[in-house]
T-cell receptor
Framework: SQTIHQWPATLVQPVGSPLSLECTVEGTSNPNLYWYRQAAGRGLQLLFYSVGIGQISSEVPQNLSASRPQDRQFILSSKKLLLSDSGFYLC?????????????FGSGTRLTVV | GESVGLHLPTLSVQEGDNSIINCAYSNSASDYFIWYKQESGKGPQFIIDIRSNMDKRQGQRVTVLLNKTVKHLSLQIAATQPGDSAVYFCAENPFYGGSQGNLIFGKGTKLSVKP
């Protein structure tokens, strides 16, 4: 069965510090991968998605970047965090090539920038 | 697009009552729809899905209704329980059938169950 792992669960970082959040998927190959951000009490904002290794599409211009160094690994990064980067970050995967069109989400990372 | 900047609407129901959560979708070409449940501090979890060639699908205590004429989707929860308290998101896939479209999520509805 497929599983998605996302870490860390919580993170407190000072303004101006770098960020690296990691997401890995097991049990499937060539998944589509997604990074979402969710502010408290708000909806889901798509940040990046990837349909293959090295292929990144950005939905919202911002202080963050994403990379996909391996087929089932998706990384969200920042060189210098801003206060406005605080939020709940969610990774998700789907596999349209296998008929899996719904997204499966990870457990999320609560980021607080102080 | 996604209404990510808006506060979530809230639905408050009494334990044991039925809940109905509504969603208006945007794309008439969407032919696959999903409901997600998100508990506090957790990622959204799949509840039930429906394809556009259906107008109703039932799961365990949940029913999804699809009205393509008015582009409306609803989630019915029977005998609502405290554990059903969560935020519920609908999502549509405009290109089900092989194309690369991403899911479009609704703004979410917060369900609060009163004991």
């Amino acid at each position: 069965s497929q599983t998605i792992h996302q870490w860390p669960a919580t993170l407190v970082q000072p303004v101006g510090s770098p960020l690296s959040l990691e997401c890995t998927v097991e049990g499937t190959s060539n998944p589509n991968l997604y990074w979402y951000r969710q502010a408290a009490g708000r909806g889901l904002q798509l940040l990046f998605y990837s349909v293959g290794i090295g292929q990144i599409s950005s939905e919202v211009p911002q202080n963050l970047s994403a990379s996909r160094p391996q087929d089932r690994q998706f990384i969200l990064s920042s060189k210098k965090l801003l206060l406005s980067d605080s939020g709940f970050y969610l990774c998700a995967w789907s596999s349209p090539g296998q008929g899996i069109y719904g997204y499966t989400f990870g457990s999320g990372t609560r980021l607080t920038v102080v | 697009g996604e209404s990510v900047g808006l506060h979530l609407p809230t639905l408050s129901v009494q334990e044991g009552d039925n809940s109905i959560i509504n969603c208006a979708y945007s794309n008439s070409a969407s032919d696959y729809f999903i409901w997600y449940k998100q508990e506090s501090g957790k990622g959204p979890q799949f509840i039930i899905d429906i394809r556009s060639n259906m107008d109703k699908r039932q799961g365990q205590r949940v029913t999804v209704l699809l009205n393509k004429t008015v582009k409306h989707l609803s989630l019915q929860i029977a005998a609502t329980q405290p554990g059903d308290s969560a935020v519920y998101f609908c999502a549509e896939n405009p290109f089900y059938g092989g194309s690369q479209g991403n899911l479009i999520f609704g703004k979410g509805t917060k369900l609060s169950v009163k004991p």
